[in-house]
T-cell receptor, first 116, second 112 residues
């Protein structure tokens, strides 16, 4: 069984400030972890993924995340927020093996607001 | 590249009506999925098809049926719509690129 908890349903930052979106997971097997972004009225776009290689993962749009097994965390960061980063962000986990790559368990989502 | 295409984009149903949501992918992926998205709950898996000819229940299958018509197409049917099925539905597919799942643009369904 797997689960994901995103801490904070809303995060607000100023443009140029650090973005930190928190994600904790539980999984009975070595997990694959993902961050997706959703802009209004659109589908989900993959930001980055962890699939048991390097623990620090770099994604698109300047985002990165670090897999910490001891803390069961996969927090998303960006050094400097931009207005275009305003969106909803989802953390997700999958069991990873066989044909299960797309069987994702999602967190509740975090809405990121960026103020000028 | 079209990727994952869903139709329709919007739909309003009356309670008890039936409808089928269509999904097609052009990436030659083996696996396809249907999720629903509700505010504050993220996305939840309804059904999935690991390969052509197979389907399995996900986390919230009640009230839905699916058909994997061929490798490209995976449809979701609501036999008797209920207000609790008001949601945004996403189709997705995945292939050999580990961990890369592609999502459609979604179908916004309202049941009144």
């Amino acid at each position: 069984a797997q689960s994901v908890t995103q801490l904070g349903s809303h995060v607000s930052v100023s443009e140029g400030a650090l973005v930190l979106l928190r994600c904790n997971y539980s999984s009975s097997v070595p997990p694959y972890l993902f961050w997706y972004v959703q802009y209004p009225n659109q589908g989900l776009q993959l930001l980055l993924k962890y699939t048991s290689a390097a623990t620090l993962v770099k994604g698109i749009n300047g985002f990165e995340a670090e897999f910490k097994k001891s803390e069961t965390s996969f927090h998303l960061t960006k050094p400097s927020a931009h207005m275009r980063d305003a969106a909803e962000y989802f953390c997700a986990v999958s069991g990873g093996g066989g044909t299960s790559y797309g069987k994702l368990t999602f967190g509740q989502g975090t809405i990121l607001t960026v103020h000028p | 590249n079209a990727g994952v295409t869903q139709t329709p984009k919007f739909q309003v149903l009356k309670t008890g009506q039936s409808m089928t949501l269509q999904c097609a992918q052009d990436m030659n992926h083996n696996s396809m999925y249907w999720y629903r998205q509700d505010p504050g709950m993220g996305l939840r898996l309804i059904y999935y098809s690991a390969s052509e000819g197979t389907t399995d229940k996900g986390e919230v299958p009640n009230g839905y049926n699916v058909s994997r018509l061929n490798k490209r197409e995976f449809s979701l049917r609501l036999e008797s719509a209920a207000p609790s099925q008001t949601s945004v539905y996403f189709c997705a597919s995945s292939g050999r690129d580990r961990g890369r799942t592609f999502f459609g643009q979604g179908t916004r369904l309202t049941v009144v």
